[in-house]
Antibody
């Protein structure tokens, strides 16, 4: 049973930083690319960042490039999202998601965490 | 960036009826198209990938078709648990999602 459990969300002032974590279980973590996908309140889905299965490649959406950084620790089955210089428009539920295909990217997302809410407000 | 456009924004359907949702890509994505279902307060759930392959545990009443730029998700006989938000996603060139179609009870 695949499980993805996010943590680290909360209320933060504009310009500040936050670090999200996602602990994975139930599958061979180091065989799959991992993602962060966000959803602003009442809005659609937006891909934020991707890390390849071995962490050698990292990609970020233009909307967060230079401010957010994805990383992973395969020894801890954990993927992170370091969010700096946060803006009100970054307010969203942030989901951790698992790629649906072995060793490649990007594909579809076959497992999602429950999400963690990040609110950027003064 | 490949833009995904879903229609209609809202679909009103009676239980037991058929629902047909559309997704259009701004350029060809082949069959690299996935569909998700999302209920309030829950994460999205993968329904279909490769335009027409059902994910594990997805009932047979969900089917997908299309290739290139035009795709369809069909729910053959709507059950009460199918009233939800549906998103399409392309993965031909990175990842982009459609804006969603809400399937509501008529």
């Amino acid at each position: 049973q695949v499980q993805l459990v996010e943590s680290g969300g909360g209320v933060v002032q504009p310009g500040r930083s936050l670090r999200l974590s996602c602990v994975a279980s139930g599958f061979n973590f180091d065989d799959y690319a991992m993602y962060w996908v966000r959803q602003a309140p009442g809005k659609g889905l937006e891909w934020v960042a991707l890390t390849s299965y071995d962490g050698s490649y990292e990609y970020h959406a233009d909307s967060v490039k230079g401010r957010f950084a994805i990383s992973r620790d395969n020894s801890k089955n954990t993927v992170y999202l370091q969010m700096n210089s946060l803006r009100p428009e970054d307010t969203a539920v942030y989901y951790c998601a698992k790629d649906g295909e072995l060793l490649g990217w990007p594909y579809y997302f076959d497992s999602w965490g429950q999400g963690t809410l990040v609110t950027v407000s003064s | 960036e490949i833009v995904m456009t879903q229609s209609p924004a809202t679909l009103s359907v009676s239980p037991g009826e058929r629902a047909t949702l559309s997704c259009r890509a701004s350029q060809s994505v082949g069959t690299k198209l996935a569909w998700y279902q999302q209920k309030p307060g829950q994460p999205p759930r993968l329904l279909l990938y490769g335009a027409s392959t059902r994910a594990t545990g997805i009932p047979g009443r969900f089917s997908g078709s299309g290739s290139g730029t035009e795709f369809t998700l069909t729910i053959s006989t709507l059950q009460s648990e199918d009233f939800a938000l549906y998103f399409c996603q392309q993965y031909e060139k990175w990842v982009t999602f459609g804006g969603g179609t809400k399937v509501e009870i008529k």
